[in-house]
């Protein structure tokens, strides 16, 4: 098939041998500058895109979607079933379940630790949390008492490591809601049998969270049948703001909604202002491949000066002088372009499923840097670059079907 003269003349330029082998210096280091901006943003942005989803799904599976509490910590929802049945026939709620959770002190034969105990509904009344169908050891099949007469308890990995507990260990639970002596408040303490240990993939949940059932729970906490927060679920995600007005109305007098966004707002903000940083500040990595293109590109117009005017006294037209020029700088943004997809999509492949780069878990919540490339990432830095690479052939292309044949030609 026959190349289309300005692409034929334009792959000449660009692959014959120079004079100035220094216009193809420039020309290279453009390809590579193009290609090294590329590859930089397909990296950085599935290296957010992986922070974002992974602690999104285990933020998600660690917490609900919508939690409806009181306004006013009081004395907690008494009338929590009648709300339970009028939550869950709100639109798009999947499943609701009651919590009742506070903070104790955890000892085991290593160490004392401080966290959270949570009481939850058993498998038999509700599914269980997405937490605790990660078991790293033990089992969850119920509620039911363990022998010894010990309820059961569920530890994540990280608290069951610093209390040294172990399955079928049996742990202390002291909790601040003791008793009253004529000394002063008393710790109560209470045995728990560990059944299982988790691990959610999610530092602070492992690290602090443990869950037993409700009524345990409530008498660790010397309440009645009540609760501290009904857990909903929905279909949708990204409903969660409209949803949390809804059920905030449906829940009644004194209640009120909160939802997993405006939980963890300063992280989902932090991440979406370190994107935008990062598009910024790599995206001047295509600013100097443009400045390279740009150069090479008027240093070739200067030596092709005496081609042009051949060409234009041949009856070549000023308008394909120009494309021929814009067709330089595009095979060069194609070319960088081409090669910075390819290898930054492979080192974020490997990247991830060989987890090369490994973090502080209890400082970052996460034990690696997980890279999520995505796809349609691809289509907007493919047309930013070439768009960039468009932008720069513009002035040489200009400069070249200025060039006049008779003054050009006038002393050869």
């Given at each position: 098939?026959?190349?289309?003269?300005?692409?034929?003349?334009?792959?000449?330029?660009?692959?014959?041998?120079?004079?100035?082998?220094?216009?193809?210096?420039?020309?290279?280091?453009?390809?590579?500058?193009?290609?090294?901006?590329?590859?930089?943003?397909?990296?950085?942005?599935?290296?957010?895109?992986?922070?974002?989803?992974?602690?999104?799904?285990?933020?998600?599976?660690?917490?609900?979607?919508?939690?409806?509490?009181?306004?006013?910590?009081?004395?907690?929802?008494?009338?929590?079933?009648?709300?339970?049945?009028?939550?869950?026939?709100?639109?798009?709620?999947?499943?609701?379940?009651?919590?009742?959770?506070?903070?104790?002190?955890?000892?085991?034969?290593?160490?004392?630790?401080?966290?959270?105990?949570?009481?939850?509904?058993?498998?038999?009344?509700?599914?269980?949390?997405?937490?605790?169908?990660?078991?790293?050891?033990?089992?969850?099949?119920?509620?039911?008492?363990?022998?010894?007469?010990?309820?059961?308890?569920?530890?994540?990995?990280?608290?069951?490591?610093?209390?040294?507990?172990?399955?079928?260990?049996?742990?202390?639970?002291?909790?601040?809601?003791?008793?009253?002596?004529?000394?002063?408040?008393?710790?109560?303490?209470?045995?728990?049998?560990?059944?299982?240990?988790?691990?959610?993939?999610?530092?602070?949940?492992?690290?602090?969270?443990?869950?037993?059932?409700?009524?345990?729970?409530?008498?660790?906490?010397?309440?009645?049948?009540?609760?501290?927060?009904?857990?909903?679920?929905?279909?949708?995600?990204?409903?969660?703001?409209?949803?949390?007005?809804?059920?905030?109305?449906?829940?009644?007098?004194?209640?009120?909604?909160?939802?997993?966004?405006?939980?963890?707002?300063?992280?989902?903000?932090?991440?979406?202002?370190?994107?935008?940083?990062?598009?910024?500040?790599?995206?001047?990595?295509?600013?100097?491949?443009?400045?390279?293109?740009?150069?090479?590109?008027?240093?070739?117009?200067m030596e092709k000066h005496r081609d042009i005017a051949i060409l234009l006294s041949m009856g070549t037209r000023?308008?394909?002088?120009?494309?021929?020029?814009?067709?330089?700088?595009?095979?060069?943004?194609?070319?960088?372009?081409?090669?910075?997809?390819?290898?930054?999509?492979?080192?974020?492949?490997?990247a991830d499923s060989q987890q090369w780069i490994r973090l502080d878990e209890s400082v970052y919540s996460l034990?690696?840097?997980?890279?999520?490339?995505?796809?349609?990432?691809?289509?907007?830095?493919?047309?930013?670059?070439?768009?960039?690479?468009?932008?720069?052939?513009?002035?040489?292309?200009?400069?070249?079907?200025?060039?006049?044949?008779?003054?050009?030609?006038?002393?050869?």
């Amino acid at each position: 098939m026959q190349l289309p003269f300005e692409l034929f003349v334009a792959l000449r330029y660009l692959m014959a041998k120079r004079k100035q082998a220094v216009i193809s210096i420039i020309t290279l280091i453009s390809v590579i500058g193009v290609a090294a901006g590329v590859m930089a943003l397909v990296i950085s942005l599935a290296i957010n895109a992986g922070f974002r989803n992974t602690l999104q799904q285990n933020l998600l599976g660690a917490t609900a979607h919508v939690v409806v509490m009181e306004k006013q910590p009081e004395y907690g929802i008494q009338d929590w079933r009648k709300k339970l049945a009028t939550l869950g026939k709100l639109p798009h709620v999947t499943k609701v379940t009651p919590a009742l959770y506070s903070s104790v002190m955890f000892s085991g034969p290593v160490q004392s630790a401080g966290g959270y105990l949570k009481g939850i509904q058993g498998p038999s009344e509700a599914p269980p949390p997405e937490a605790l169908r990660r078991l790293k050891s033990g089992s969850f099949t119920g509620w039911e008492t363990t022998p010894g007469g010990y309820p059961p308890i569920l530890l994540g990995s990280h608290l069951a490591q610093q209390t040294g507990m172990r399955v079928n260990d049996i742990i202390r639970i002291l909790s601040p809601q003791g008793e009253l002596t004529p000394f002063g408040p008393r710790l109560a303490e209470f045995r728990f049998r560990v059944t299982g240990i988790f691990e959610s993939g999610f530092f602070d949940l492992d690290n602090s969270w443990a869950f037993a059932s409700l009524p345990s729970v409530q008498k660790v906490l010397s309440v009645a049948d009540v609760i501290n927060a009904i857990e909903l679920h929905i279909d949708d995600i990204y409903q969660a703001p409209a949803m949390a007005e809804a059920a905030a109305k449906a829940a009644g007098k004194g209640l009120g909604a909160t939802h997993w966004m405006e939980q963890n707002r300063q992280l989902l903000n932090a991440l979406r202002m370190e994107k935008v940083v990062t598009i910024i500040t790599i995206g001047l990595i295509q600013l100097v491949a443009a400045l390279n293109i740009l150069i090479s590109l008027i240093m070739m117009v200067m030596e092709k000066h005496r081609d042009i005017a051949i060409l234009l006294s041949m009856g070549t037209r000023k308008q394909q002088i120009g494309r021929i020029f814009i067709m330089q700088g595009l095979l060069i943004g194609i070319t960088g372009t081409i090669i910075g997809l390819i290898t930054g999509y492979t080192l974020c492949y490997f990247a991830d499923s060989q987890q090369w780069i490994r973090l502080d878990e209890s400082v970052y919540s996460l034990s690696f840097v997980p890279f999520h490339p995505r796809p349609l990432d691809a289509v907007w830095i493919t047309a930013t670059a070439l768009g960039v690479s468009f932008l720069a052939t513009l002035y040489p292309a200009r400069a070249a079907t200025r060039i006049a044949p008779a003054e050009a030609l006038r002393y050869e």
